[in-house]
């Protein structure tokens, strides 16, 4: 079993910046990917960026640029440092475990963009 928990959202306005962080622990192999997924209001969830253990990363395009992913192997935790924030980055933010096995997935986190 694996537990994910993601912190670091809150309320920012537009053109702020967030750090989300999301730590693994439990039965955690050494290949793996790790990646942050978004669910906007009405929306369906959607990918934002993941890394795997060697550090290789993606992107979608609405984020590039401005979001970046990285993750300590160690503490088995990656981040998302999110700048440039717009309203349409509201959402929740879930944090996603793929290894071979099940899929595991955070609890998510609120990030609100407002004035």
């Known amino acids: 079993q694996v537990q994910l928990v993601e912190s670091g959202g809150g309320l920012v306005q537009p053109g702020g910046s967030l750090r989300l962080s999301c730590a693994a622990s439990?039965?955690?192999?050494?290949?793996?990917?790790m990646g942050w997924y978004r669910q906007g209001p009405g929306k369906q969830r959607e990918l934002v960026a993941d890394?795997?253990?060697?550090?290789?990363?993606s992107y979608t395009d609405s984020v590039k640029g401005r979001f970046t992913i990285s993750r300590d192997n160690v503490q088995n935790t990656v981040y998302l440092q999110m700048n440039s924030l717009k309203p349409e980055d509201t959402a929740i933010y879930y944090c996603?475990?793929?290894?071979?096995?099940?899929?595991?997935w955070g609890q998510g986190t609120q990030v609100t963009v407002s004035s």
């Open positions: 890394i795997d253990n060697g550090g290789s990363t």
């Open positions: 439990g039965s955690i192999f050494l290949i793996n990917v």
């Open positions: 996603r475990l793929s290894q071979k096995g099940p899929d595991y």
